[in-house]
């Protein structure tokens, strides 16, 4: 019985591979290589396990990408979905009209981003909150008489998202490589206190590292002229950039100088938004205030496609009394069944008090017992906050050395995962993870067994 199951699986494991090698064009990946080396095809997920088509289980310490955070399967939100499909499938939010769900949803985003934040730009993705976020920070100071304010700053290795702007404002060389960055962008220096620890070989104190970067963003204002600067972008803790967990002198850096000059703050939450650091947004965690906040993937744990920008007080108050027609917006700007979703997900976490579990008890469990691969050889830090976590992997850990780029060690680590059941993400040789929220200590046990016996694997492949 088992045998015949698993032929048959195989054989369709065979018929997607051959269909998705000769039609679909993936995000981020060779497709030479892929050709090569058939895709994994998943079918099917519950809680915080993937199945794929041969029937293997995989624990997904990514939430699917950062954003299943309330774990696949739960009835509560597919019900939701299913009612709202049948009642309104669609309905946009142009021409003075609205829908039930975009309305509550707004009202509930009011609710739990910070105090000050009581307004709601809907988009279908982060990219797409983050232009939406360009094109609101240069119609603000458009209204004030201001047009010179055009740049915007950000970070280097930041991401940001994959449309022109969106790409244009993160720092990811590769990414600028392939078409180049619109105008009114620069990029600053990233608070990565062990790269730069590895790439200077001095030591270096993370806290003065910490004020240095943050002083950076001073510098680069004042040699551009505080006229010309429009904003300064920003993730809490940079995502797919490794997660980056600035030094504790960073953000109270930071939050002066943004006070200091006159510049739109923008915290991208696309990642750390809903729940992921054990607070409702980073904003909190960190007391940062922003001006406007990207938000997305977590907003419906990725069940459906929904983002948003949340907008400050100060800053609505200019756009809504002082702007006029602002001429942006997308067909599926609010979709209604996306926001049902968003609305269903959002009052699970209130009802399971998920945020109170995360902070106070699984993701103190997580991070305690991720400190524990510290002693393994190809280990040279561990860090993590909240359910995010980074595992360095590197050469000589007692002298800071990293592995050559082109040895691909991340790369070889995350392939070992896979075939001990364990998905983990590769940032060039750092290992990195975003489970689910609803994960449990039970699992979190499991994570680390496959997470050790992965790092031996590698050690082994390269000895
Ligand atoms: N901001 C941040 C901070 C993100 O992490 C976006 C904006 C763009 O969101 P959309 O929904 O347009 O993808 C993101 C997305 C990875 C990975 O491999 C990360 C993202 C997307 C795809 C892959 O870590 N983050």
């Not at 608070?191 to 963003?217: H, M, N």
């Not at 990207?294 to 949340?310: C, E, H, Q, R, T």
């Amino acid at each position: 019985m088992t045998q015949q199951f698993t032929a048959v699986a195989h054989a369709n494991t065979e018929k997607w591979q051959q269909l998705d090698a000769a039609h679909h064009l993936h995000p981020f990946t060779n497709p030479k290589d892929l050709k090569n080396k058939a895709a994994r095809i998943i079918e099917s997920a519950q809680g915080i396990y993937l199945t794929d088509s041969d029937g293997n289980e995989y624990l997904d310490a990514m939430a699917g990408l950062w954003c299943v955070n309330m774990g696949y399967g739960r009835q509560e939100i597919i019900d939701a979905v299913s009612a709202q499909i049948q009642q309104l499938p669609y309905y946009n939010a142009f021409f003075k009209t609205s829908h039930p769900p975009a309305a509550e949803l707004s009202a509930l985003l009011a609710e739990i981003t910070p105090s000050h934040m009581n307004h709601t730009f809907f988009t279908s993705s982060g990219s797409e909150a983050i232009d939406t976020a360009i094109r609101m920070i240069w119609r603000y100071w458009d209204i004030l008489e201001k047009p010179e304010k055009r740049i915007i700053i950000s970070r280097k290795n930041a991401y940001h998202g994959s449309t022109i702007a969106a790409s244009s404002l993160g720092g990811m060389e590769d990414m600028h490589k392939q078409g180049g960055i619109i105008p009114n962008i620069v990029h600053v220096e990233q608070p990565y206190w062990f790269g730069k620890r590895c790439e200077t070989g001095a030591d270096l104190d993370a806290q003065e590292f910490g004020r240095e970067v943050a002083q950076s963003i001073a510098d680069k204002i004042e040699e551009l002229g505080e006229n010309c600067v429009a904003a300064f972008i920003a993730e809490p803790i940079q995502g797919a950039g490794g997660v980056i967990i600035p030094p504790d002198s960073y953000w109270t850096e930071v939050k002066k100088i943004c006070a200091q000059y006159e510049i739109l703050f923008v915290v991208d939450e696309v990642i750390c938004g809903f729940g992921r650091t054990g607070h409702w947004f980073g904003s909190d965690l960190y007391d940062l205030k922003p001006d406007l906040m990207p938000i997305a993937k977590g907003l419906s744990s990725g069940y459906l496609p929904i983002g948003g920008v949340m907008v400050s007080d100060r800053i609505a108050d200019v756009l809504i009394n002082q702007g006029g027609e602002f001429n942006h917006g997308y067909t599926y700007s609010g979709h209604p069944v996306c926001a049902a979703a968003a609305i269903a997900n959002i009052k699970l976490m209130q009802a399971e008090n998920i945020v109170e579990t995360v902070r106070e008890t699984t993701a103190p469990y997580l991070q305690k017992r991720l400190r524990e691969l510290s002693d393994h050889a190809l280990v040279g830090e561990v860090r993590g906050l909240g359910m995010l976590g980074a595992i360095e992997l590197v050469k000589d850990k007692d002298n800071y050395i990293k592995f050559d780029k082109k040895r691909g060690v991340g790369a070889i680590c995350r392939n070992h995962c896979f075939e001990n059941k364990l998905v983990m993400r590769a940032v060039g040789d750092t290992m990195i993870l975003s489970p689910p929220l609803i994960i449990q200590k039970s699992d979190i046990d499991t994570f680390i067994e496959r997470a050790r016996k992965s790092l031996d694997m590698t050690q082994q492949t390269l000895a």
